[in-house]
């Protein structure tokens, strides 16, 4: 099993930043896209941004223009840069990687969350 370790969470000030950081675990599979999703008190998890190991990203409207995604693939290590932040933003931020384990088949892997609160 590929497991992800996550940091960089924490209290910020409304218009300030954090940078959020996802370590996978060496492992002969090849790790594809990486991504983070948040989820606040009593809502659903949402999907926040992606990335594919080629660089390729993707965002999602409420975030668009505010946060960055990127990684290292050396690493295996998927970063999320916020920028901005806003009260809403309050939330568990999950990490996750595709794990490829053939040319046919794969898994999603995930990380235990870190807790990001923007308030004044």
């Known amino acids: 099993q590929v497991q992800l370790v996550e940091s960089g969470g924490g209290l910020v000030q409304p218009g300030g930043s954090l940078r959020l950081s996802c370590a996978a675990s060496r492992s002969i599979f090849t790790i594809g896209t990486m991504g983070w999703y948040r989820q606040a008190p009593g809502q659903e998890r949402d999907l926040v941004a992606t990335?594919?190991?080629?660089?390729?990203?993707a965002s999602a409207d409420s975030v668009k223009g505010r946060f960055t995604i990127s990684r290292d693939n050396a690493n295996n290590t998927v970063y999320l840069q916020m920028n901005s932040l806003k009260p809403e933003d309050t939330a568990v931020y999950y990490c996750?990687?595709?794990?490829?384990?053939?040319?046919?088949?794969?898994?999603?892997?995930w990380g235990q969350g870190t807790q990001v609160t923007v308030s004044s």
């Open positions: 996750y990687a595709r794990v490829i384990t053939s040319t046919t088949g794969y898994y999603r892997s």
């Open positions: 990335i594919t190991s080629g660089g390729s990203t």
